[in-house]
């Protein structure tokens, strides 16, 4: 499904704990990216030289390749956010850990993974650590959070190209306020209900889609829903997103809550034609423009850890 996942790793097991999650996600190729910050060498904090990094993610490497994937490695020294989302624009997926912490317990790549989400050219699955676990048998069931708007709407082409390469079920979930449901309770169910019928044909992958809904607030009643397990695939905004540099507050609070990682989808990527290209609807629009262009090596860059 996936040409090439980015799969942003700092040394730590914290952030290693996406690998898993990317394993799990079929994809052609890797691409494995360590990006030492300026502040580690700014603080005097060890951190690995270009060297070392290589031969860290060769590690990682040689486990992809025994499943049958084309890795790449690559060393980079600046801001991670930075680096990560110039790079997103060359993959179709990122898988990193959430709040991950590097050696010394300082945050690493966690303390950017919102800012990734939120300026990223491409879908960001987001991983909570030792909170988050994937069984032998992949995903239980894709959990699709609506609201009714095309905002939302924009995580259903990934969604069913998923659902199709892993053969999973599909959970919709809308969340109706409280007070809509007390005044008109014999309204709001039928009308939920036909919209979810309405997006039954758009999500035909000859598995079981299924439909919840709920009243309450919105982020409580939808980490409710979320089992350990699932995957949950939303949009960052819908129609009452926040827009600030942060994600929107629902997003916000599934990522901090949920019992199973959350795919993010920048509103605004199926418009941009991302959606269409991330889920192979007309083919791979991936060159192979990494190889051979010297980054992975240690001579475009010279050594950013040296003291020289």
């Known amino acids: 499904m996936f040409d090439r996942i980015l799969v942003p790793l700092d040394g730590s097991p914290y952030a290693e704990s996406a690998i898993p999650f990317a394993e799990a996600l079929p994809c052609r190729r890797m691409l494995l990216l360590y990006v030492e910050p300026p502040e580690t060498r700014q603080r005097g904090e060890p951190g690995l030289s270009p060297h070392d990094a290589l031969t860290y993610l060769e590690r990682h490497a040689m486990a992809f390749r025994r499943r049958g994937r084309d890795v790449e490695q690559v060393v980079d020294y600046g801001d991670p956010a930075e680096r990560i989302v110039d790079m997103a624009g060359e993959v179709n997926l990122i898988v990193m850990a959430n709040h991950a912490r590097g050696g010394g317990g300082r945050l690493f790549y966690g303390e950017y993974a919102d800012r990734v989400a939120r300026h990223a050219p491409a879908p960001t699955l987001l991983v909570r650590g030792s909170d988050h676990s994937i069984s032998a048998g992949g995903f239980a069931r894709i959990v699709v959070p609506l609201d009714g708007s095309s905002v939302a709407e924009e995580a259903l082409p ?7 390469s892993l053969s999973l079920p599909i959970s919709l979930v809308r969340v109706a306020p409280p007070a809509l ?14 919209y979810f019928r309405s997006l039954v044909s758009r999500l035909d992958t000859g598995m079981p889609v299924r439909w919840d809904i709920r009243h309450g607030d919105p982020a409580l009643e939808l980490v409710t829903h979320v089992a350990p397990g699932d995957l949950v695939t939303m949009t960052t905004h819908g129609e009452g997103g926040v827009r600030r540099w942060q994600l929107g507050s ?28 991330a889920t192979g609807e007309t083919g791979t629009r991936l060159g192979d423009w990494w190889q051979g262009n010297g980054r992975e090596t240690l001579d475009e860059f010279g050594d950013p850890y040296s003291t020289g």
């Open 250 to 277: 629902v997003a916000e609070r599934m990522l901090r809550r949920a019992p199973a990682p959350v795919m993010l989808i920048r509103d605004g990527l199926q418009q941009q034609g991302a959606i269409t290209e």
């Open 181 to 194: 449901a007390d005044t008109s309770p014999d309204i709001v169910r039928p009308e939920i209900e036909l």
């Open 158 to 164: 990934i969604v069913r190209r998923l659902a199709a």
